[in-house]
């Protein structure tokens, strides 16, 4: 079993960064692909960014590709998701997710556990 809780949102004006940080219970957190996905107002759940457990191989949705970046802390049972250079499209709760695995997925139901979100709004 594996709880997340993620912080960091806010609300920043375009072309500023935030950082989110993802604070994963369960001692076997090294073992998961994490991922982070985004859900806008009438849009569904879409993939943002995943990292592998080790050594941390990373894919990134084409547009946040340059902008985003990944990373995990495993002593920490932490994941993170700087994101710069932001846009009004990013505007959206953000979401942390755990799959079991070694295989990174874009697939949201291929990810077995996930936190609450954290709601990012980027203002023009």
């Known amino acids: 079993q594996v709880q997340l809780v993620e912080s960091g949102g806010g609300l920043v004006q375009a072309g500023g960064s935030l950082r989110l940080s993802c604070a994963a219970s369960?001692?076997?957190?090294?073992?998961?692909?994490m991922g982070w996905f985004r859900q806008a107002p009438g849009k569904e759940r879409e993939f943002v960014a995943a990292?592998?457990?080790?050594?941390?191989?990373?894919a990134y949705a084409d547009s946040v590709k340059g902008r985003f970046t990944i990373s995990r802390d495993n002593a920490k049972n932490t994941v993170y998701l700087q994101m710069n250079s932001l846009k009004p499209e990013d505007t959206a709760v953000y979401y942390c997710?755990?799959?079991?695995?070694?295989?990174?997925?874009?697939?949201?139901?291929?990810?077995?556990?996930w936190g609450q979100g954290t709601q990012v709004t980027v203002s023009s």
């Open positions: 997710a755990a799959a079991g695995g070694v295989i990174i997925t874009t697939a949201a139901p291929r990810y077995d556990y």
């Open positions: 369960g001692r076997t957190f090294s073992t998961y692909v």
């Open positions: 990292i592998s457990w080790r050594p941390g191989r990373t």
